[in-house]
Antibody, heavy 124, light 108 residues
Framework: EVHLVESGGGLAQPGRSLRLSCAASGFTFDDYAVHWVRQPPGKGLEWVSSINWNSGSLAYGDSVKGRFTISRDNAKNSFFLQMNSLRPDDTAFYYC?????????????????WGQGTLVIVSS | DIQMTQSPSSLSASVGDRVTITCRASQSIATFLNWYQQKPGKAPKLLIFAASSLQSGVPSRFSGSGSGTDFTLTISSLQPEDFATYYCQQSYSNLQFSFGPGTKVEIK
């Protein structure tokens, strides 16, 4: 059974940094691209970032480009989201998710497994 | 960037009703459209991928259709466990997997 577990959320001051982790199990990790999606409390889903199997292809949403960095460690079946220059509007539940069928960032992909989410609050 | 809209933003329905949710893309996305269900306090769950393919384990009362810019998610006979928020997602752009704003399905 696929299992994704986020960690690293918490309270951060504006301008500071936070690093989220997602531990994966139940599938061959380096066979799939992986993703981060966030959701401000009471609001909708926003795609944040994606990474292909070998870290050769990265993608970011416009609202986080230049501030957030996605990475992965296939030896540890984990991937990460380094969040710098945090702003109050980054406050959200952050979910990690697994590609439905591809190791690459491809047209036609879907997110077939999700973690339970970790809450990031940015406030002074 | 491709923008996604959904209608209605919310609806009230009764158990047994047929429910249809619409998703529209700002440009043609072929059939690169996915649907997710989210219940309060839970992670989203994939229902439909590639516009009309039912994810394994999802009840057959859920179906998807459409291509180009207009898509629909249909629940043929609403069940108590289907009260949730539904999101569409485009995957036409492999570098921008944007979601629609969601449709909340509530009990009438």
């Amino acid at each position: 059974e696929v299992h994704l577990v986020e960690s690293g959320g918490g309270l951060a001051q504006p301008g500071r940094s936070l690093r989220l982790s997602c531990a994966a199990s139940g599938f061959t990790f380096d066979d799939y691209a992986v993703h981060w999606v966030r959701q401000p409390p009471g609001k909708g889903l926003e795609w944040v970032s994606s990474i292909n199997w070998n870290s050769g292809s990265l993608a970011y949403g416009d609202s986080v480009k230049g501030r957030f960095t996605i990475s992965r460690d296939n030896a540890k079946n984990s991937f990460f989201l380094q969040m710098n220059s945090l702003r109050p509007d980054d406050t959200a539940f952050y979910y990690c998710a697994k590609s439905g069928h591809s190791p690459q960032l491809v047209q036609g992909d879907w997110f077939d497994s999700w973690g339970q989410g970790t809450l990031v609050i940015v406030s002074s | 960037d491709i923008q996604m809209t959904q209608s209605p933003s919310s609806l009230s329905a009764s158990v047994g009703d047929r429910v249809t949710i619409t998703c529209r893309a700002s440009q043609s996305i072929a059939t690169f459209l996915n649907w997710y269900q989210q219940k309060p306090g839970k992670a989203p769950k994939l229902l439909i991928f590639a516009a009309s393919s039912l994810q394994s384990g999802v009840p057959s009362r859920f179906s998807g259709s459409g291509s180009g810019t207009d898509f629909t998610l249909t629940i043929s006979s609403l069940q108590p466990e289907d009260f949730a928020t539904y999101y569409c997602q485009q995957s036409y752009s492999n570098l921008q997997f944007s979601f629609g704003p969601g449709t909340k399905v509530e009990i009438k």
